[in-house]
């Protein structure tokens, strides 16, 4: 079985398995096992038993997981003592 590395700089075309999109999205391989099987998380395909995932849907998954950021604290002037 061929083993391919995920980097920034290769295309990659072909659907990714569960080492592959892990690494993909930063995340245990053990994460997206739990979560296939609780029926969250990016979408997958399985062919013959082996779970693959298409690249577009994990780009898809990742980007609706985007959160705003918080605003910034507010600064309240501190009281005089005098």
Not at 39 to 61: C, F, Q, T
């Amino acid at each position: 079985m061929e083993r391919r590395q995920v980097t920034s700089t290769r295309i990659i075309t072909a659907p990714l398995d569960g080492a592959e999109a892990a690494q993909f999205l930063g995340l245990a391989r053990a994460t997206l096992r739990n979560w296939r099987s609780r029926g969250v998380g990016p979408s997958y395909r399985k062919h013959g038993g082996k779970v693959l995932y298409p690249l577009a849907g994990l780009e898809a998954w990742s980007a609706a997981q985007q959160r705003p950021a918080p605003p910034p604290p507010v600064q309240r002037p501190r009281p005089s003592l005098i």
